[in-house]
């Protein structure tokens, strides 16, 4: 395993769908779902994942900060994609590391202020508009081809 994802509380399940069909498409190996991030079998996810749940490993998990922890001891750079003070910008940024878990937040809160403290790095990606920020599985999405381009 090289590149994992991390759902901390995700409310939407088409969100966590769209998610699943992206990291298939992305050559993600793995999914964590955490807190109450809903997890297949559920038609909702099923109806936008389009079977990708059956292609990407998943595990359901309760907390995300207990994951954190055990891919931390399995050498994975911990990466928070969340505008912060300490963000950096996805695109300019450079990644060493051959093992990345990325964890996204809440559609509403974000990343955990507990996780947050706890990740490696904070990674953003730079808006130009007037909204400040993206859906979470596109903005997923951005970063996970981001990421998978300058870590292969």
Known sequence: M????????????HNVGAIFRTADGAGW?????CGYTGCPPDRRIEKVSLGAEKSVAWEKCESAVEIEGILRSQEFEILALEQTNRSENIFDASFESEKIALIVGNEVEGVNKEILDLCDRHIEIPMQGKKSSLNVSI??????????????
């Open 139 to 152: 903005a997923a999405g951005v970063a996970m081809y981001e990421l998978g381009r300058k870590t292969n």
């Open 29 to 33: 190996d793995k999914i964590y779902l």
């Open 2 to 13: 090289k590149r994992v994802l991390i759902l901390d509380n995700i409310r939407s399940l």
